[in-house]
């Protein structure tokens, strides 16, 4: 049977004969959704710390056009950007998502939309952690998508 080894582990509750892989993958979707909630907040308050430095600097005055005024990312190093950071949290919901349809019945064909939101999630954190360690160079994106589509090709080939 195709399908054996998703109803040799399967645990129905009730009315929901998958019970087990809904509740497995329902961590991926809510801790994304928590990752993008926790680095929108966390962009939020970098902004609003920024305006109010401006605010006591000018004396309370209206503030600038945002082109005219001194922001972090013109005066130190590279701009804050926190879309490496989105990416991966949508990738980890798509993870919980792709993951779901695997475990309806796990063939060897579905298995790569399992696993590439598993590469593009390790891929995304590799980059924020060099970036991290090394401020003063980022990778293009051209380069970042160019290894994920090469991946994710050795992916589709091998199955």
């Known amino acids: ?60 005055q209206a503030l600038l056009d945002e082109s005219e005024a001194e922001t972090p990312e013109t005066t130190k190093g590279l701009p804050r950007t926190p879309g490496l950071f989105y990416a991966a949290g949508v990738s980890l919901i798509m993870e919980g998502v792709f993951s779901s349809c695997y475990h309806i019945c796990p063939t060897l064909t579905n298995f790569q939309f399992d696993v590439a939101f598993m590469y593009m999630i390790a891929g995304l954190l590799t980059m924020a952690l060099y970036q991290r360690r090394h401020s003063d160079t980022r990778a293009g994106a051209g380069t970042i998508f160019t290894c994920f589509a090469g991946l994710i090709l050795l992916n589709v080939l091998g199955v």
Do not use: T
């Open 1 to 60: 049977d195709m399908c054996y080894y998703n109803f040799a582990c399967a645990r129905p509750v009730r009315d929901l004969p998958q019970f087990n892989n809904i509740i497995s993958n329902s961590g991926y979707v809510f801790l994304g959704g928590l990752f993008l909630f926790l680095v929108w907040r966390r962009s939020f308050s970098l902004h609003n710390e920024h305006h109010n430095k401006i605010r006591k600097r000018i004396g309370h």
